[in-house]
């Protein structure tokens, strides 16, 4: 079976949600090819791959998470790629979704979908003042037709980071081999868009919910906002947008719309 779509899912260590993840990728309206990508290979991610006939790829360079981040991008060997996160989930219809999206606009750089968070175990939140703020910034990316003007581009990403990274498929021929790399911990993927919205191309917004990305107290952004170390980095990321004195008053907002990650 020729692929036109692969979920690379990025496993680490011992995540109990890592089944749950690899079912949803697995039960799609059509098939996607799917492999695991690890820094952190173990008999529990060897034991779910047997069991849903996943091919795990080793990442024997690991140096951050954002060059983990495009050693997973670089393994997927189809037209189109989505970096899944282990916590998450995907709805039965994502990869039909970024396909048809895909043909009608094949000169994107990126396809991404609306998002739900689930909390409290299995609870999914479609509405909170996190989403809503999102929405906001999304706004112009609905018209497909200017979503190729960096001006409109950038809408989506001058006053904090809308574009949810899981949700996102990468369009392979048209971006660079290098989209995550960096030194950041928690910014990796702001820090990516910001970068490719200077490049030609599209970013594609399907204004539909697609996919559900997990909050619980032990992820790793949950612990990274614990820590106040996104503050610190969403103002390095904000001066690329803004004079440095606004972008610290828009980091310190910014903020604020992060609690509802502890809620």
Known sequence: MKFEHTFVVLAYKESKFLEECLKSVKNQSIPSKVVIATATPNTFIQSLADKYGVEIIVNENHISIGYDFDFAVSVGKTALVTVAHQDD????????????????????TIIFSDYYEIKHGNEKVYQNRNLMIKQILLFLLRFHGLAHLGFIKRSALRFGDAICCPAVTFVKENVPNEIFASDLKCNVD????????????????????????????????SEIIGENLRTKEDYEILKRFWPNAIAKIIAKAYAYSEKSNEE
């Open 190 to 221: 702001w820090h990516a868009w910001e970068r490719l919205s200077r490049r030609k191309g599209y970013f594609y917004y399907v204004h539909k919910y697609l996919m559900g990305h997990r909050i619980y107290g032990e992820s790793t952004t």
């Open 89 to 108: 989930i995907y709805d039965y219809t994502y990869t039909e979704e970024m396909v048809e999206a895909y043909h009608k606009q094949p000169k994107s």
